[in-house]
């Protein structure tokens, strides 16, 4: 997929198109780029049309200008979406990609065809106590990126990949994200707890991976509980880039979400 530009933005997407297909946006995690789904790419070319972009500060979307901000980034794939007159999408958002794809449904509604969300929380309803850890274990995350980037990538690959092939890959990403990109993440919080969430008309499908760290389990649990309509998923031998770990029952739950099978085979339900 060639790169390409969004005007008046410092956002660079990637399409990939199959005539009348529908169309599915992936949105990557933090401190890598579009290139984490890589696997979900080859899987999926040919039935379906594919968007993939960089957030701002990753990847070819690193050259932000003073002001620019995370919380653009809905507006961005709105404008992306109208320029490339795509009219719904399947949103799949991991980590950081998780909290984008949730910003852009609260805003975006109408432009959901359903939602897929791993290894994150719901940002309607985050816990005061599981905000502020968080919190706390990113402000470590930075200040071991200040000493030495190789330093944070080998931690980060630890904590966002399980298998040693898919942390080998995570790092190799890691390790070429800027320094000054740190800035744009800054209003991450100004996307949390800002909306309600009204009744979806769309489905929604949560996970993550069994080795994910202990609290996006329960960040799972609880969103769960908060709809209990939506389905929710545990992946084997996954942590929390569950799509990097275990490609292949990824890609066969995605396909079966989309084509509304209402189960996923061989993944265990979150209760």
């Not at 933090?30 to 500060?57: E, P, T, W």
């Not at 992306?80 to 975006?108: P, W």
């Not at 402000?139 to 898919?166: D, G, R, V």
Request: with cysteine; hydrophobic share 40%.
């Amino acid at each position: 997929m060639e790169p390409i530009t969004l005007a008046n933005s410092p956002i660079t997407y990637f399409v990939s198109r199959t005539g009348q297909a529908e169309w599915v946006l992936f949105l990557h995690a933090a401190f890598v780029d579009h290139n984490m789904f890589r696997a979900q790419f080859a899987y999926f070319v040919g039935k379906y049309n594919i968007l993939a972009v960089d957030i701002i500060g990753h990847g070819q979307s690193a050259a932000g200008q003073k002001g620019d901000r995370i919380d653009q980034m809905s507006k961005w794939l709105s404008d992306i979406m109208e320029t490339e007159h795509i009219d719904k999408v399947h949103i799949v958002g991991v980590s950081l990609g998780a909290v984008l794809a949730q910003d852009f449904a609260n805003r975006y509604p109408h432009a959901v065809s359903s939602l897929a969300c791993f290894g994150g929380y719901d940002i309607n309803h985050f816990d005061g106590y599981m905000k502020a850890e968080n919190s706390a274990k990113q402000m470590l995350m930075m200040l071991k990126s200040i000493f030495s980037i190789k330093w944070f990538a080998e931690a980060n690959k630890k904590i966002s990949a399980y298998t040693p092939q898919a942390q080998n890959e995570f790092f190799d990403m890691n390790i070429r994200f800027p320094k000054k990109s740190f800035m744009y993440l800054a209003a991450l919080d100004s996307m949390v707890n800002q909306y309600e969430t009204g009744q979806r008309k769309y489905p929604l499908l949560i996970g993550c991976g069994k080795f994910d760290i202990p609290m996006e389990l329960e960040a799972v649990k609880a969103w769960k509980r908060s709809e209990p309509d939506c389905t929710a998923v545990l992946f084997e031998n996954a942590g929390h880039c569950v799509n990097m770990d275990a490609p292949q029952e990824f890609n066969k739950t995605m396909e079966a979400f989309w084509k509304g099978a209402g189960h996923c085979r061989g993944r265990e339900k979150i209760t």
